[in-house]
């Protein structure tokens, strides 16, 4: 037996003697506080009920007197709910740090064990007869994440490791100088940005079958995060120029590459506002809560399911790369993979505030049914048709105008991503660690199967 598949057997057996552990630790904890929990449950439920309600109007009403009385009662919420918080916390400190930290340690063991097979396996896959680039190239983009890049001196960090550098400047094409760093010999060309900023680059990559790295120096990282990087580690992504090699998919929307999604409706009208990004919450303020109260008329679009069935004029339509997860709470708006070559469409019809709100109640849980209001589905290509010329979207983020009509299709394995060693397989950072699956699957690794 390997070291390798030694260490994920202890871990395995590790996490599920935690496992047990922790249950046993909440069963005594519950017990133990059952009256302090009967006196301050109903509250909690009540204040949250109050708290959700009171934001909503908040956000969504038109006049001042409203929203600011709302922000009162969320105020005067948020106050009830820290006392009764706190009065238990206080009460049970001893039993409640035990469980915090039974629950990490499940955690951080339960996620070695599952990733560490897919990871190490990916990895000497990637090995295998793959030579490091000898002449790596780098695109930053100064202006993502508010300056991240300039701040961390990524460039001179890049430039020690021998990487070239090219600092994005006003009015470059992104695309046409990636073609000139292939041109003049790159072998593995990268990005240090947003998501926006990916993929133009990465179109030239699978184009001119080179590798591409991606790091992370924008607001969100979405693309980075589901690839299984550290997104509050920017620098250590440059590892990725002397890493291993993955295949992923992409996908494209006439000739426009994107690597996460394309966004029709209300996100894509916030991301044309000229102040987007540099004031997200004021924009989001301005041109979401029309959305909300279901004052917006619908996209004049249409889009047939695999069934046949159409619907028309959703108010917000999104087809992305891969399946994203919004039946889970804690991992909402994360890809489990990279590589299942098909594209997710959603789309959401509700027409009045009260219906939307419902929804996105819903889907908060994790206890939505797909139905007339929201509708989702997986196919490897979709066309959109449109009443108009050209619609506005958000391509990976970015404003964009697309022509009609709109043709998706997915783009499997096209795009040779390098990844540092030792980087978890996408979503491996996002599993789920409490469900009978992930149990049984630590079961099995504890027992020797270590695929």
Not at 304 to 319: I, N, S, T, Y
Request: glycine content about 10%; proline content about 5%.
């Amino acid at each position: 037996m390997s070291r390798t598949v030694a260490g994920r057997r202890r871990l395995a057996l590790a996490a599920l003697a935690v496992l047990v552990a922790l249950c046993i630790g909440l069963v005594a904890l519950i017990v133990g506080s059952f009256q302090d929990l009967a006196r301050v449950g109903p509250g909690t439920v009540l204040d949250v009920a109050i708290l959700a309600a009171a934001g909503w109007w908040a956000f969504t009403t038109r006049r001042v007197w409203k929203r600011r009385l709302n922000l009162v009662v969320v105020a005067l919420a948020v106050g009830g709910l820290l006392a009764e918080l706190v009065y238990f916390g206080v009460a049970h400190a001893t039993e409640l740090l035990t469980v915090v930290v039974l629950g990490v340690a499940y955690a951080g063991a339960a996620r070695r064990a599952l990733s560490g097979g897919g990871r190490a396996a990916a990895d000497r896959a990637a090995r295998g007869g793959v030579p490091a680039p000898t002449r790596p190239w780098l695109l930053i983009n100064p202006n993502s994440g508010g300056g991240k890049a300039q701040r961390l001196g990524l460039a001179e960090a890049a430039t020690r490791r021998g990487i070239q550098v090219r600092v994005l400047e006003p009015g470059d094409d992104p695309q046409a100088l990636a073609h000139a760093a292939v041109t003049a010999g790159a072998d593995a060309i990268g990005v240090a940005g947003g998501d926006g900023s990916l993929g133009p680059v990465a179109a030239v990559a699978m184009q001119q079958n080179v590798p591409f790295v991606c790091v992370p120096t924008g607001t969100r990282n979405h693309f980075a995060h589901d690839l299984g990087l550290n997104r509050a580690k920017p620098l250590a992504a440059l590892a990725a120029f002397t890493g291993v090699e993955r295949r992923v998919d992409a996908a494209r929307v006439g000739d426009r590459v994107f690597l996460n999604n394309v966004s029709l409706g209300s996100y894509a009208d916030m991301v044309r506002e000229p102040g987007y990004r540099a004031h997200k919450l004021t924009t989001t303020r301005a041109v979401l809560p029309s959305a909300l109260r279901g004052e917006r008329a619908g996209l004049p679009v249409r889009v047939h399911d695999p069934e046949g069935r159409a619907h028309d004029q959703p108010l917000v339509l999104l087809v992305a790369n891969n399946r994203y997860d919004l039946r889970h709470p804690f991992h909402l708006g994360a890809r489990h993979q990279l590589d299942a070559s098909v594209l997710y469409v959603a789309a959401l019809s509700a027409t009045t505030g009260a219906r939307f709100a419902a929804l996105l109640g819903r889907v908060a849980l994790g206890n939505y049914v797909a139905g007339a209001r929201w509708a989702e589905w997986t196919s490897t290509a979709v066309r959109v048709d449109a009443g108009v010329d050209r619609v506005p979207a958000g391509i990976d983020g970015e404003a964009a105008m697309l022509d009609t009509p709109m043709e998706f299709r997915t783009l499997p394995l096209a795009l040779r991503v390098l990844v540092p060693p030792g980087t978890p397989t996408a979503g491996a950072a996002s599993v789920r660690l409490f469900t009978p699956a992930t149990v049984r699957r630590l079961w099995a690794v504890a027992l020797g199967d270590h695929r």
